[in-house]
């Protein structure tokens, strides 16, 4: 490299110099004539020329109307809002309709983090980033622990309930004490728990004791929520999947009641759904339209459940199907529609039905805003001359 160096330099040495002006221009002109070179050169010159022209003639566009926008992409709406969500700051209006709303409803300080808290006169809280507002209650009259000797018997998949021997039965064992006082009742089954932690434990301790729970066949540590919700003072139920229209597309699950099956496919499938848990008093329906339509199945399954002494709750669509050792059909399905106000309609609704029947009773799913819905309802309802009952204090027996 430095050979090379050195020959260039001897090899200029001793010519002459050439004149200062083309040596000047002459990188300049062999640069420019390279294409990229030269069009940018170009572009150069043709802003340079419009500056000028704006700058002595003013610019063309001056005085014509301008305008401008700020873009943004649109953030998707939650399609699951959570109770706390349901019920900011937006829907309490909503609740006016419950009961009368002090006019400082907020409540002293602020929650975690500087966000304003709302406290609600049923002593529930509002704050943002909270899934669920309700307060947590304190277990009340917890029911014994199940199994309770002399009620079940060995079955092929676990203990299945029994008629003891004493006459107990099951529908009466395992449910919530309760004796009226004379005011119209209202009952309310909250289905749907076990497969989510979160809203099955809010609904567990968050909802008042006298409200039914009834659970998922399929969740796991089915009988550890069952305890739990019995410990809080809570009856609860087992739900049996039946077959709804759609089926298989819309499928319950590998142990679905089928319309098809006849007698002896339901007592199969129900020794396996009863041994899930104990401690239940009775079962309800998840879907089946279409197991209903069957005589033989529906049938098949009353007496199964009349023999084992156990209730049988409906969601509505059943109530033409009498059976089991106990019956009771809900008037109405609150939560079809999940909005707050929406629940909030169903609910009054439920008052009414119960201020001129004597007794009224609700189904609803363990969505987060039915479960922030139900406790603020529930917490008013003695003041608006109702009792609050477990759904068992509904069921009525056969020719009773």
């Known amino acids: ?15 002459p110099p050439e004149p200062r002006s083309r040596v000047a221009m002459e990188p300049v002109l062999n640069a420019l004539k390279k294409p990229p070179v030269a069009a940018g050169a170009a572009g150069v010159f043709v802003i340079g020329a419009a500056a000028l022209f704006v700058a002595v003639l003013g610019d063309p566009r001056a005085g014509a109307p301008t305008a401008s926008a700020v873009l943004e992409r649109p953030v998707a709406a939650d399609t699951a809002p959570t109770g706390a969500e349901a019920f900011g700051f937006s829907g309490l209006d909503i609740y006016q309709d419950l009961g009368p709303i002090d006019p400082a409803l907020m409540g002293e300080g602020g929650a975690a983090g500087g966000e304003a808290l709302i406290t609600l ?11 669920f507002s309700a307060p947590v209650r304190a277990p009340s009259n917890p029911l014994p622990k199940a199994p309770i000797a002399g009620l079940f018997q060995p079955g092929p998949n676990g203990p299945l309930p029994r008629i003891a021997a004493d006459g107990r039965v099951p529908a009466q064992a395992y449910a919530r004490p309760f004796r009226s006082n004379g005011k119209p009742m209202v009952a309310l089954v909250v289905g749907g728990l076990g497969l989510n932690s979160a809203t099955t434990r809010a609904a567990i301790e968050r909802l008042p004791a006298e409200v039914t729970l009834s659970f998922v066949p399929y969740a796991e540590g089915l009988q550890t929520w069952i305890d739990m919700a019995r410990a ?21 699950g590998p142990y679905t009641l089928l319309s098809s099956g006849g007698a002896d496919d339901v007592a199969v499938k129900l020794d396996w759904l009863l041994a899930r848990a104990t401690g239940y008093f009775g079962v309800t329906n998840y879907l089946g339209d279409r197991f209903a339509t069957s005589d033989e199945g529906v049938t098949a399954l009353m007496t199964n459940l009349r023999q084992r002494g156990l209730a049988f709750l409906d969601d509505g669509s059943m109530r033409r199907r009498p059976g089991a050792f106990a019956r009771a059909s809900a008037d109405r399905v609150v939560d079809e529609e999940q909005t707050p106000a929406a629940i909030l309609r169903q609910f009054n ?3 009414a039905a119960a201020k001129t029947n004597g007794a009224a009773l609700g189904t609803g799913f363990s969505y987060p805003v039915t479960v922030e ?9 003695e003041a608006r001359g109702l009792q609050l009952a477990p759904a068992s204090a509904m069921t009525r027996r056969p020719g009773r």
């Open 373 to 381: 819905a139900a406790a603020r309802w529930t917490a008013g309802l």
């Open 349 to 351: 609704a439920l008052e």
């Open 232 to 252: 809080h003072g809570h009856e609860v139920m087992i739900e049996l999947p039946m077959e709804p229209t759609g089926y298989p597309d819309n499928d319950p």
């Open 1 to 15: 490299m430095f050979a090379k160096r050195q020959s260039a330099l001897a090899a200029a040495a001793g010519a």
């Open 121 to 131: 006169p049923d002593g529930a809280s509002v704050a943002s980033g909270q899934g």
